[in-house]
């Protein structure tokens, strides 16, 4: 790898690998760190060019990030984790997951998308004019090429069939908001589309892991006990 990804970790036993969105970093994980640390290795990252990781010279990508983290679980020794990831992570975290098999154990998906479509479109179109304004502005501004950079994630990726999710055999919980940017029927076609995918709604917008912790993790942990009752991690 180019670069070392900043990382915060606490506690011990199964590795939970915890994915930010984009442009955020693994602060955004602090109420799940505290609430699983207990039970769980809890590693939250911070992806390439996000929070303190630098953005080294590899393309800047969601299929980069996957390989970054191969790198990344590979440097610790870690031959398999629970990746739970928000939004762009979930993105990453099913692109890893259909590269890299053997290391996942159970997958958490929060707000993903499957292609650009899948993202309502009154949140989107901003997206795509800032991206075209700040494109405008890249040759003559490092801030604004960073902007464009990190919009182009949105503007362009992922693309991934929903067909591609039935090699995905682990379990899978697809968890959103109810008011979240993510279409609803977007949401539920991930879950319906992983073999042993399972849905969950809870109150709250896209940031409802932030906005509505209590509920959010209270899904994420009994979808992980019922694995660990029946020996799936």
Do not use: C
């Not at 929903?162 to 995905?168: R, V, Y």
């Not at 589309?193 to 809870?202: D, N």
Request: aromatic share 8%.
């Amino acid at each position: 790898m180019d670069i070392q990804l900043h990382w915060t970790e606490k506690g011990t036993g199964i590795p939970l690998v915890l994915l930010h969105g984009n442009g955020e970093d693994g602060t955004y994980f602090q109420n799940q760190m505290e609430a699983f640390s207990g039970e769980y290795r809890v590693i939250a990252v911070d992806t390439r060019g996000h929070g303190k990781s630098p953005r080294g010279t590899a393309p800047f990508s969601l299929g980069q990030f996957a390989e970054d983290l191969k790198e990344f679980l590979d440097e610790r020794g870690i031959k398999k984790a629970v990746i739970l990831g928000f939004s762009d992570g979930g993105n990453t975290a099913m692109l890893f997951a259909l590269k890299y098999p053997p290391y996942v154990s159970a997958l958490i998906l929060n707000g993903a998308n499957l292609d650009p479509s899948g993202v309502k479109r009154s949140v989107q179109l901003p997206i795509e004019l800032e991206y075209r304004a700040a494109g405008l502005l890249a040759p003559f501004s490092k801030k604004a090429g960073k902007t464009r950079e990190l919009l182009g994630l949105m503007v362009k990726e992922p693309r991934i069939r929903p067909e591609e999710l039935k090699k995905i055999s682990v379990p899978a919980l697809v968890i959103a908001g109810t008011n979240d940017m993510i279409k609803e029927e977007h949401t539920k076609l991930i879950a319906a589309s992983l073999p042993a995918g399972e849905l969950k709604l809870i109150a709250g917008s896209h940031f409802a892991a932030k906005e509505n912790s209590l509920e959010f993790n209270r899904a994420v942990k009994e979808f992980l006990d019922r694995q660990r009752q029946e020996d799936r991690l």
